[in-house]
Structures are given as C-alpha cells and as structure tokens.
C-alpha cells in the first residue's frame, strides 16, 4: 500500500511515453518555475500540470490528492511559521499575542514560498506518477550518470521491494503477539526487526551476487528496450 | 526533515547541488576502488543502500507524539564511513523523492548536504573518536546516531537560515534551532536508543562481519 506511486507510475497514459522527454520537461519547468519566482506563473503551472495528470495520464483525483496532501500539510505549517516570526520592516497586522506581528517581509516570504512550492509540486508528480524508476535510471545513465552508481540504484530497487514485504510479515507477527503494545516494547520489537531485516540483507546480498554471477554478470544490465 | 520540492530559492538549489556534487563524485570515487578490489560488494552496498530505504519508511514511537522515522545515516556511516554513506544517500533521497514525494528534485542537493554528508562525517567522527578513546562501541553508536541525527537538523537549519535570513541569519538561525530542537531532539533520541538495540544484536550474531568491515572498538575486535 505504502508505493502507491509506483504503481501507478506502471499504470497509467503517459508511462511508455519518452521518458527523456518527460525528464527534460520536468527538469525545465522546475528551474524556469524557480526563476521566475512569480506569483502567476505558479498559479499558472499548478493548474496546467493538475489537468496534465488528471486529464492526460488519467490518474484518479484521489491518489493525485494522496500525493499531495501530506507536502501541503507540512507546507501549511512552515508558512505559517514563516509568515509569523520572521522578517522586519513595517507591521502590517498585530495578532496581540506576545507582541507576535506580520511584517511586509514575512508576508512576502510566507506568500513567496507558498506558491513556489506549490507551484513545484505537481511538477514532481508529474514526473513522479507517470514515470517508473527504472526509466528514469535508464536515462540518466544516457546522461553520463557514472554506470556503478545506476547498478546499485537499480539493484537497489529491486531489494526494497522484498525487504517491505518481508517487513510487513514480521510487524504483523510482532503485533499479533503485542509487540507495539507499550513504548519500550516498541523499541524493543522495532529494534530486534531492524536488525533481523540488516542481517537477512546481508544473505539476500550473497544470494544476489551469486545469482548474478552464475548468469555472467560482469558489471552491466543490459535493458532491452520494446519497440514502440 | 527533508526540504520540500521548490522551497529553496533558485540560488540556493544551485549553491548545495555543486557542494553535494564534489562530496558524491569523491563517495563514487571511493566505491569504484572498494568494487574493483571486491567485485562482490556491489550486492552488499545495494542491499544497504535498500536497507536505509526502508528503514525511512518505519515509524519510531517518538515520546512528543509526532511519529517520524530512524535515518539510519549513523549506522550506515559507522559501518561503511562517510563517503559510501553519501552515495547511497544520495540514491536513497532521490528514491524517496519519486517513490513518496519526500524531498524533492530542486532540493535534492541540499538534503544531499545535511543527510548524506553532514549528519553521516558527524557520526563517523564521533563513533571514530569514541572508539579510539577505548569507549564500548555500544555506547559510541548511540552518540554517533544520536549527534548524527542532531546535526543533521542543524544543517537544514543553517540551509533554511541562510534561505530565509530574515530580519538576520543570525535570529533566522536560531529561531530555526528552536523549533527543530523540540521536535528534533527525542527522536535523536529515540534513534540512538535504536540504533544501540540493532547494534547489540549484531555484534551478538555478526562480530566477524563487524570486524571485516572495521567497525568495532579496538578493545572488542
């Protein structure tokens, strides 16, 4: 349940899209909507990369909100924070509590960065739910990304996925023997499952070698790429 | 606590990819010389780079009530050193930007700099320090993870402050600090009693493995 994302990356309009394409225009977008740094230009992007992954890639209004909701909630927080104690200049609004004021600047900043990111955010997500990660490597290793460094992404990508499903079955046998029941016993059982999971890794990692090796593995994944 | 997608200024995003930048090709370096000499450890730092992956995505019982998740970067650093750990970090935050929308692309070097390279140098030189000075390397873990973890937070303050030095870095700075002090603080905590429990139960299963990889105290080896 927790990838939803990659999932849906899998599934939807736009993944055999070209994900160079994709990769470029997000990366542009992100600079030029950082740049420009304007209050309608990432109104403007919000709403244009909105109906891009609600319209083009066709991916529910609720896994899209998902994505969202959790950066918004700490972006809520952190303008508020922003909007209240920092900045200098003129007070434009007193809330009378421990002499605590908006000024001009804070206002500014709070606004700023509010929009910026919200500006930014469909953005990621529109690489991030329409693109798997095995794309993204493969064009970033066409980038002149150091090879080594996208094999153990990409081997990488393949044990997370059997580390959470192993995880999931150890927290529910924990739990059905009230593993979670106090705090101590929380650290205790959290404990003992991260180091069962770092030493099953440490086999897995053996097994993976040799399973590499024995199909003559000399350093390089080849991909093969469909034709369209 | 990961800086959100678009909310350093453009400036800044530059300024922190071209620090990272320097610190992961010389991490890529390092990794180039360890895999040439052992083609196997590929696998190894895969699964551990998989390991600190997965470890962001448990949740640590935290005594405020927020709920937040171990970064694992002081165990990575202590077992594998600083400059491995900033590749795999690197990997793992780009990960955790695309897969859940934690972090994100813009800043990708500025949490780079505070998770992958800070947080990890800082628990690699205490663990290093503690264990020279004959300390158990148990009790060193828990500070390695535990100031690893702080520092962490006191970079991405530094990064903020400098983002937003407003009315001065200086006061930015500190109000940065206070916040992240009452909600930083126990889970640093709450990571180095953790970290303490999983390094118990390695040093119980896997001592030959700790010492290959040189990671415990010389009194223990």
Same mark, same amino acid.
């Given at each position: ?6 999932? &849906?990356?899998?599934?939807?309009? @736009?993944?055999? #899209? ?7 225009? *997000?990366? %542009? +977008?992100? !600079? ?44 809520? &927080?952190?303008?508020?924070?922003? @909007?209240?104690? #920092?900045?200098?200049?003129?007070v434009i609004y007193? *809330?009378? %509590? +421990?002499? !605590? ?30 693109t798997p990660i ?95 | ?155 991405t303050s530094f ?63």
């Amino acid at each position: 349940m927790k990838f939803d994302m990659d999932y &849906i990356a899998h599934n939807n309009e @736009l993944t055999e #899209f070209n994900p160079y394409v994709k990769l470029f225009l *997000t990366i %542009i +977008l992100l !600079i030029v909507t950082l740049a420009l740094d304007n209050l309608y230009f990432d109104v403007f992007i919000f709403v244009v990369m909105s109906i891009v992954i609600l319209a083009i890639a066709k991916i529910s209004f609720r896994s899209y909100f998902k994505f969202l909701t959790i950066p918004m909630a700490f972006l809520v &927080i952190t303008c508020i924070f922003l @909007l209240f104690f #920092f900045g200098k200049g003129e007070v434009i609004y007193e *809330t009378g %509590i +421990l002499g !605590i004021v908006v000024t001009n600047d804070s206002f500014h900043y709070a606004v700023y960065t509010f929009m910026r990111v919200l500006g930014c955010l469909p953005i990621l997500g529109f690489l991030a739910l329409t693109t798997p990660i095995s794309k993204i490597l493969h064009c970033l290793r066409s980038l002149k990304i150091p090879k080594i460094m996208i094999e153990i992404a990409l081997l990488m990508y393949n044990v997370i996925f059997i580390f959470l499903n192993e995880i999931d079955t150890m927290q529910k046998a924990q739990n059905s023997r009230l593993g979670y029941h106090s705090y101590w016993t929380s650290f205790k059982s959290l404990g003992a499952l991260v180091s069962t999971i770092f030493l099953r890794s440490l086999d897995k990692s053996e097994t993976l070698q040799h399973s590499l090796d024995s199909r003559g593995y000399t350093g390089e994944l080849p991909i093969y790429e469909p034709r369209k | 606590m990961h800086i959100m997608e678009g909310y350093l200024p453009l400036n800044w995003c530059i300024i922190w990819f071209v620090i990272s930048f320097i610190v992961v090709a010389f991490g890529l370096y390092q990794i180039k010389k360890i895999v040439d000499e052992t083609p196997e450890s590929k696998a190894l730092l895969a699964v551990s780079g998989a390991f600190m992956f997965v470890l962001s995505s448990l949740k640590l019982p935290s005594v405020t009530g927020s709920c937040s998740h171990p970064c694992g970067n002081g165990l990575g650093a202590a077992l594998f050193g600083p400059a491995v750990t900033a590749v795999l970090a690197t990997i793992v935050l780009l990960f955790q930007a695309i897969l859940l929308a934690h972090g994100g692309l813009t800043t990708l070097g500025a949490n780079i700099f505070s998770m992958g390279i800070v947080g990890p140098l800082a628990a690699w030189l205490v663990y290093k320090g503690l264990t020279k000075a004959n300390i158990s390397s148990t009790i060193a873990i828990f500070f390695a993870a535990f100031l690893g973890d702080l520092l962490t937070y006191v970079a991405t303050s530094f990064q903020l402050a400098l983002a937003f030095p407003a009315p001065s870095f200086g006061s930015a700075l500190t109000k940065f600090l206070v916040i992240f002090a009452v909600t930083q603080v126990p889970l640093a905590i709450g990571e180095g009693l953790l970290t303490v429990i999983i390094w118990d139960r390695l040093k119980a299963y896997k001592p030959k493995l700790l010492d290959k990889l040189g990671a415990l105290a010389p009194n223990e080896a």
